[in-house]
């Protein structure tokens, strides 16, 4: 027994620990024999995320997020193996990888330790992000639409990452405080209801939607659309100020922003809100109200299926075959923060449209980052920025595996597509604001 006492001892390099021999403290020395046994068989759950060694990453953000939901840390190890999860060993999180399917790896200490040290080298551009709790996830959608409407519930619901859904009584009634994230549907926050007018006018859905919209405007007591939807913009607006988190993708991006710089003005022609527009609206527009975008030009046509120069859809020439974007590569020790956002298992990601696909970058604030840029085609895919004490991340496209989304197409079968760059975009952002936070330097 002393022979096993030594070695344990010395592998611990615990040597005053062997007076206590002599003096008979035989609870206090079993106690450190203890605790260096459990050091030295310590191990931990590696979810790699390279492109050869996980088989769904969609929903090894699942198990990382339910992780989390069980009070338990995560380490985000950026740019190591495509952006990988460490977790704690436990045969509950083994048990949920091999039911959900997700690729993992067993590390001893040793080995933990080694690539720990690797990471956090200065000659790698490499950080281990500590992930402290699971964040609240509401997504702002009409109560109507299944999952399948916007990319952001699609994913979710696959990943088995668990929202709430909210729409404009919830956040007109503060609930926003309740959240620590906020995904914005594919809205249109002008009150133009989507610009679909010139196709759709007829059709009984977009009849049946927007007297609906207008009966849910008078609930709440406005007497336009416009001016409800406004009222919302600012809510959101106020809740990103005051530290969340928002997420946009497609319309409800540069929606977002005209509604918030439109604000006192009326943009709307009478098909919409039943009087005539505020004559030379363009030159009342109120730049410095918005996070994202500056100097843009807004569509006056009701019969243009576009809101204004932001957005990159009529303007592009680039076919579906060449149409990729790249992500930017940022510092992970010193800019955690967009690094965070940019993980993936590989820097070109495949282009997708949506009514809003892509944002001028001539129109783009210069304290925004561009995340993802197709640099031939001179646009921004994917920006980020800061306001106030949140954060924000517009998503140009309507669905990352569904070229060009049409009105009525059938929904995308995500188990079709389990190593999606373009989801994994999303995700990341997901689990975002469970970092602990560093100020980003760029």
């Given at each position: 027994?002393?022979?096993?006492?030594?070695?344990?001892?010395?592998?611990?390099?615990?040597?005053?620990?062997?007076?206590?021999?002599?003096?008979?403290?035989?609870?206090?020395?079993?106690?450190?024999?203890?605790?260096?046994?459990?050091?030295?068989?310590?191990?931990?759950?590696?979810?790699?995320?390279?492109?050869?060694?996980?088989?769904?990453?969609?929903?090894?953000?699942?198990?990382?997020?339910?992780?989390?939901?069980?009070?338990?840390?995560?380490?985000?190890?950026?740019?190591?193996?495509?952006?990988?999860?460490?977790?704690?060993?436990?045969?509950?999180?083994?048990?949920?990888?091999?039911?959900?399917?997700?690729?993992?790896?067993?590390?001893?200490?040793?080995?933990?330790?080694?690539?720990?040290?690797?990471?956090?080298?200065?000659?790698?551009?490499?950080?281990?992000?500590?992930?402290?709790?699971?964040?609240?996830?509401?997504?702002?959608?009409?109560?109507?639409?299944?999952?399948?409407?916007?990319?952001?519930?699609?994913?979710?619901?696959?990943?088995?990452?668990?929202?709430?859904?909210?729409?404009?009584?919830?956040?007109?009634?503060?609930?926003?405080?309740?959240?620590?994230?906020?995904?914005?549907?594919?809205?249109?926050?002008?009150?133009?209801?989507?610009?679909?007018?010139?196709?759709?006018?007829?059709?009984?859905?977009?009849?049946?939607?927007?007297?609906?919209?207008?009966?849910?405007?008078?609930?709440?007591?406005?007497?336009?659309?416009?001016?409800?939807?406004?009222a919302v913009a600012l809510k959101i607006r106020d809740y990103v100020v005051g530290g969340g988190f928002m997420f946009a993708m497609c319309s409800a991006t540069d929606s977002f922003e005209i509604a918030l710089?439109?604000?006192?003005?009326?943009?709307?022609?009478?098909?919409?809100?039943?009087?005539?527009?505020?004559?030379?609206?363009?030159?009342?527009?109120?730049?410095?109200?918005?996070?994202?975008?500056?100097?843009?030009?807004?569509?006056?046509?009701?019969?243009?299926?576009?809101?204004?120069?932001?957005?990159?859809?009529?303007?592009?020439?680039?076919?579906?075959?060449?149409?990729?974007?790249?992500?930017?590569?940022?510092?992970?020790?010193?800019?955690?923060?967009?690094?965070?956002?940019?993980?993936?298992?590989?820097?070109?990601?495949?282009?997708?449209?949506?009514?809003?696909?892509?944002?001028?970058?001539?129109?783009?604030?210069?304290?925004?980052?561009?995340?993802?840029?197709?640099?031939?085609?001179?646009?921004?895919?994917?920006?980020?920025?800061?306001?106030?004490?949140?954060?924000?991340?517009?998503?140009?496209?309507?669905?990352?595996?569904?070229?060009?989304?049409?009105?009525?197409?059938?929904?995308?079968?995500?188990?079709?597509?389990?190593?999606?760059?373009?989801?994994?975009?999303?995700?990341?952002?997901?689990?975002?604001?469970?970092?602990?936070?560093?100020?980003?330097k760029t």
């Amino acid at each position: 027994m002393t022979t096993i006492f030594h070695s344990r001892i010395n592998k611990c390099n615990k040597e005053p620990v062997l007076s206590f021999l002599s003096k008979g403290k035989y609870g206090f020395l079993f106690f450190i024999l203890f605790f260096c046994f459990q050091l030295s068989n310590a191990s931990y759950i590696l979810i790699p995320m390279d492109a050869e060694g996980q088989q769904n990453h969609l929903k090894a953000y699942g198990i990382t997020y339910w992780t989390l939901s069980k009070d338990l840390k995560v380490k985000w190890l950026l740019n190591y193996r495509g952006g990988s999860f460490l977790l704690p060993n436990t045969e509950l999180i083994k048990k949920e990888c091999v039911i959900r399917g997700i690729s993992f790896e067993i590390l001893d200490e040793g080995e933990t330790a080694s690539i720990l040290a690797s990471i956090s080298s200065p000659s790698q551009n490499m950080e281990a992000v500590i992930l402290e709790k699971a964040p609240k996830i509401a997504v702002y959608s009409p109560k109507g639409n299944q999952p399948w409407d916007d990319a952001v519930t699609m994913v979710l619901t696959y990943a088995e990452i668990p929202y709430e859904t909210i729409y404009d009584k919830e956040v007109l009634e503060d609930n926003l405080i309740l959240y620590d994230w906020l995904h914005l549907h594919h809205e249109d926050f002008t009150g133009q209801y989507g610009k679909f007018y010139a196709t759709y006018r007829a059709t009984p859905w977009y009849i049946k939607e927007k007297k609906q919209a207008e009966a849910l405007a008078k609930s709440l007591g406005y007497d336009k659309v416009s001016d409800e939807k406004l009222a919302v913009a600012l809510k959101i607006r106020d809740y990103v100020v005051g530290g969340g988190f928002m997420f946009a993708m497609c319309s409800a991006t540069d929606s977002f922003e005209i509604a918030l710089s439109a604000e006192h003005v009326d943009i709307c022609e009478p098909m919409f809100d039943g009087d005539p527009s505020d004559p030379g609206y363009q030159s009342k527009i109120d730049y410095s109200k918005t996070f994202a975008f500056k100097n843009f030009t807004l569509e006056r046509s009701p019969n243009i299926y576009e809101f204004s120069s932001i957005d990159m859809t009529r303007k592009r020439q680039v076919s579906k075959t060449t149409d990729y974007f790249t992500l930017m590569d940022f510092s992970a020790k010193w800019d955690p923060i967009p690094t965070m956002l940019c993980q993936n298992h590989t820097a070109l990601v495949k282009g997708f449209m949506g009514q809003t696909t892509a944002y001028d970058p001539q129109e783009i604030k210069s304290n925004v980052l561009i995340l993802g840029e197709n640099k031939a085609n001179g646009e921004a895919r994917y920006i980020h920025g800061i306001k106030g004490k949140g954060f924000f991340t517009f998503y140009g496209g309507h669905d990352p595996e569904d070229y060009q989304h049409r009105v009525g197409d059938p929904k995308t079968e995500l188990e079709l597509h389990p190593n999606s760059p373009g989801y994994r975009l999303i995700l990341n952002n997901v689990l975002f604001p469970a970092a602990k936070k560093k100020k980003q330097k760029t």
